[in-house]
């Protein structure tokens, strides 16, 4: 459905798209990690070697987290408001995680009995202080920790350059990662392919995802008024992501090294959201389903790897496994259910600690939020001047 020019767009509407690419995003992951539970399934084993390339939703994540993040951080000034962007993104990190936490990792940990309890592996899934999967009681929770160390990044940008020099520090931290990491890449190869070189955590492939996604949201910005045809901008979008899994599907290393994989996941996951923000632009309703899905995209993202557990054991339990019709239509239904139970535990969980947590700000913003105001603005403007075709 197109809106034209002259219709008006709720902010809910003009934020669509980029909820819908949260729940493009989830359902990646979620396929990614149901590849050994359907590969040997008729039917829906064809789908295995697609759905490998599922990974890459983190990516999107990445660049759409940066996008979102910066718009919050850009016109952050002085210590009181930068202390209150980072109180507010930590709060939205461990009020969401903390939960899950409790009760798909520690509850049933302890009651199983704490074997081999390490407290040190404690503290750090509890505060995510170490981004590997196998330090983690969420397996997903890695990408949590590169997450708090990106606002961290921004904080520190906002502290110590005005807004205006700060596009100017964003890009020129994204010059040094991007150097940092192509040098080693090309004179020490195997160091870098081992995943041993210095900085690995501090100067991290992924902050160039992070990063971009940060000077897409200044560009479009900055430049929202410009005419641009959409009927350009979209199949360009479309090749971009082509280009970044077709590099990306030269070799396993560009799923494992964090820069190889920003340069070629990373440059996809860029085109996804230029795709979402030219179809916003255009004034392209985005399905209701896969909103809904966007919103409760990071309880799915979180709790998806217990649920396929639990699913997997309910059908080799009670279903016999193997490949019979029954066991193949449940294993089909593990989408549909684990998005329905991700939905539940948003609106029943993390929706009401967001808002007990993180209240709207006073003063002006108090409706939507400061970092909502500031970039909704600017969809409205590109919007005025793209309109529908």
């Not at 903390?98 to 592996?121: H, M, Q």
């Not at 080693?184 to 100067?203: E, I």
Request: hydrophobic share 55%; aromatic share 16%; charged share 15%.
């Amino acid at each position: 459905m197109l809106v034209t020019k002259d219709t008006a767009a709720s902010p809910r509407q003009k934020l669509e798209w980029l909820q819908a690419l949260r729940g493009v995003a989830a359902l990646m992951v979620l396929f990614f990690h149901m590849t050994p539970y359907w590969k040997d399934l008729p039917v829906l084993g064809t789908f295995s070697s697609a759905m490998h390339f599922g990974f890459a939703g983190v990516d999107v994540f990445f660049v759409l987290s940066g996008f979102v993040v910066y718009a919050s951080a850009r016109q952050c000034v002085g210590l009181r408001e930068v202390s209150d962007f980072v109180k507010r993104r930590m709060l939205r990190i461990y009020m969401g995680y903390w939960p899950v936490l409790l009760v798909f990792a520690a509850v049933p940990w302890i009651v199983k009995g704490a074997e081999g309890l390490s407290w040190e592996r404690v503290l750090r899934s509890v505060f995510l202080l170490y981004p590997n999967i196998s330090d983690n009681w969420v397996p997903t929770a890695w990408s949590l920790t590169y997450e708090l160390f990106f606002y961290a990044w921004l904080a520190l940008v906002s502290l110590c350059a005005g807004p205006a020099v700060r596009l100017r520090v964003v890009a020129a931290l994204l010059a040094v990662v991007v150097a940092w990491n192509t040098v080693w890449l090309m004179a020490a190869s195997g160091t870098m392919l081992m995943g041993q070189q210095p900085l690995r955590f501090g100067l991290t492939g992924y902050a160039a995802e992070f990063l971009a996604g940060a000077l897409v949201f200044e560009w479009y910005a900055r430049y929202s008024s410009a005419r641009v045809d959409p009927w350009v901008v979209l199949p360009a979008c479309g090749a971009v992501v082509l280009l970044g899994f077709a590099v990306g599907s030269t070799s396993p290393y560009f799923d494992r090294v964090e820069i190889m994989r920003a340069g070629s996941y990373g440059v996809a996951a860029i085109g996804f959201l230029g795709t979402a923000l030219a179809l916003q632009r255009q004034a392209v309703r985005a399905p209701l389903w896969l909103v809904r899905i966007g919103d409760a995209s990071f309880s799915v993202y979180l709790i998806h790897i217990f649920l396929l557990s639990g699913l997997g054991y309910v059908r080799y339990t009670y279903l016999g496994g193997g490949t019979t019709l029954g066991s193949t239509l449940f294993a089909a239904s593990y989408p549909v259910l684990i998005v329905l139970i991700g939905w539940l535990w948003y609106r029943g969980v993390e929706l009401p600690l967001m808002r007990w947590t993180t209240p709207p700000r006073a003063g002006a913003a108090a409706s939507a939020g400061q970092w909502r105001t500031r970039w909704v603005g600017a969809v409205a403007r590109f919007g005025k001047a793209g309109g529908s075709p």
